[in-house]
């Protein structure tokens, strides 16, 4: 089995910054990318920023310029920074992680989500 562990989230007012962490361990072959979606209230869940294996980022337009993101790859672990927070990024955000265990089974696994509160 594969887990997500994920932390960081919380309330932060307008302009401020936070930094979601995700990690996954367990029975990893491999990992095509790691990234983060959220969902706010209402909404669709819809992607943030992904990395892919090869060191390919992707972001949202809404979040080009403020959010990061980055891998370290000895540890599977994900790290997502973000500055110049608004209040429409509140949102739960999720990590996903796209694989294969070791068993060659393909993996898509997502975590629990965190919270993000950005206050006005």
């Known amino acids: 089995q594969v887990q997500l562990v994920e932390s960081g989230g919380g309330l932060v007012q307008a302009g401020g910054s936070l930094t979601l962490s995700c990690e996954a361990s367990g029975n990893i072959l491999s990992i095509n990318s790691m990234g983060w979606y959220r969902q706010a209230p209402g909404k669709q869940r819809e992607l943030v920023a992904s990395?892919?294996?090869?060191?390919?980022?992707t972001y949202a337009d809404s979040v080009k310029g403020r959010f990061t993101i980055d891998r370290e790859y000895g540890k599977a672990l994900v790290n997502l920074r973000m500055i110049s927070l608004k209040p429409e990024d509140t949102a739960v955000y999720y990590c996903?992680?796209?694989?294969?265990?070791?068993?060659?089974?393909?993996?898509?696994?997502w975590g629990k989500g965190t919270l993000v509160t950005v206050s006005s």
């Open positions: 990395v892919s294996g090869r060191g390919t980022r």
């Open positions: 996903n992680v796209d694989g294969t265990h070791d068993n060659h089974d393909a993996m898509n696994l």
